[in-house]
């Protein structure tokens, strides 16, 4: 599976630069300016249990895509490449079987995640559990066809951060700089919401001071696991499913299984509270020590970062991690050799020689080279 964090376009360092800079004050601004009619208003959540008018899903819906409108400005304009699907992660993954199994997994992870969560916080006198088995199926039935009618939204979120934004911080990525790539994208992440949190949006009846500190450590949290679907499949799409659960079905969740008139604190209940906090930490922990969230773990035919000959312009195709090609994470597209399949790079050679395997051509290389909660 081509991971396209590995074919983002050449870029020199300015524009490696400036593309994030601008990114991100595209999608400020346009978060500020979809809140402003609230703002002004003096809008305020009080309850969690609340829900939110016309207007408030009007600017809601209308912010989360901003992301979206500034990665899609900034990869025409600044990084100049029209291959924009390729460089956002922008299709479904490869083979339909992989496809049933990352979208599986978007689903089944964050519910398992809340679920701990949820259990954790009734285990410590925190969660009012009570299920109420009657009309759980309706209520799942509803959860689902929200999240369905809302995925365009979370796709306007997510092709600016797993998309955009965090393939951009991580480029050469190892060690310091793939740390610095998962905290700087989840500070961005949850910052972006500074709006809705002055609102109450996130945290109803809480001061800015610790509703803006719990969401840098809940979104820094949850960030990592969008970015393992997103990697483990080469694609964006279960990374928004990810999310819309986490944002849709995790906050209904928390409001379903709890007992009906008992107040609801996110401090202290499902993924935006302390059990949530545990519950995620331990997870990204186990994918950081198994190496799941390195991109070169998935790497497969590939090469480096821009300017290595992968990427967008190379000729690969993305699909074709699925056809046998046994290249070497060394290896290099190139779209004009001719050569046969037995062809082999000469020992001492010093230029490549080129091989075919399946529908792409290789060379082998000398070099080693809300309101919702964590989102609105």
């Known amino acids: 599976m081509t991971n396209s964090i590995r074919t983002l376009p050449p870029a020199s360092s ?33 309850d969690a249990r609340s829900g939110t008018g016309a207007l408030e899903e009007v600017c809601i819906s209308a912010a989360m895509f901003a992301p979206a409108v500034a990665a899609l400005l900034v990869v025409r304009y600044v990084e100049r490449t029209d291959r924009i699907r390729d460089v956002l992660a922008l299709r479904w993954p490869r083979p339909p079987s992989r496809t049933a199994r990352s979208c599986l997994s978007a689903l089944a992870v964050p519910a398992a995640l809340t679920a701990v969560a949820l259990g954790l916080g009734a285990v410590t006198g925190h969660y009012p559990l009570d299920v109420r088995w009657d009309g759980l199926g309706a209520w799942a039935t509803a959860v689902l066809l929200q999240m369905l ?14 998309g955009y934004l965090f393939p951009r911080l991580a480029r050469d990525g190892g060690g310091a700089r793939l740390v610095w790539a998962y905290v700087g994208t989840g500070a961005a992440f949850a910052l972006w919401h500074l709006p809705t949190l002055l609102m109450g949006g996130q945290y109803p009846g809480r001061p800015w001071y610790l509703s803006v500190p719990a969401m840098v ?9 969008f970015t393992w679907l997103r990697l483990r499949s080469g694609s ?14 995790g ?14 604190d996110p401090l202290h ?4 509270g302390w059990p949530g906090w545990i519950v995620t930490a331990a997870f990204v922990a186990f994918l950081a020590l198994t190496g799941r969230l390195r991109p070169s773990t998935y790497d497969r035919g590939t090469t480096g970062y821009p300017g290595s000959g992968a990427g967008p312009g190379s000729g690969a195709d993305p699909g074709a991690e699925d056809s046998g090609a046994g290249a070497s994470p060394g290896a290099e597209a190139s779209p004009g050799a001719e050569a046969g399949p037995g062809a082999e790079a000469r020992p001492g050679a010093g230029t490549a020689v080129p091989r075919r395997v399946g529908s792409v051509r290789w060379r082998s290389s000398t070099c080693a080279t ?3 909660s964590p989102s609105t």
Do not use: N
């Open 14 to 46: 300015g524009t490696r630069r400036r593309g994030p800079l601008l990114f991100l004050t595209v999608a400020y601004l346009g978060m500020w300016a979809a809140m402003t009619p609230l703002l002004v208003t003096g809008f305020q959540r009080e």
């Open 251 to 264: 906050v209904g969740m928390v409001k379903a299984f709890a007992a009906p008139d008992a107040p609801l």
């Open 370 to 372: 809300s309101w919702r």
């Open 236 to 249: 964006v799409v279960p990374a928004v499913l990810g999310h819309a659960f986490v944002s849709t079905a």
């Open 217 to 225: 450590i809940s979104c820094t949290l949850i960030l990592p696991v």
């Open 269 to 272: 209940m499902g993924l935006t």
């Open 149 to 162: 009618v809302s995925l365009p939204l979370f796709f306007g979120e997510e092709l600016g951060w797993q």
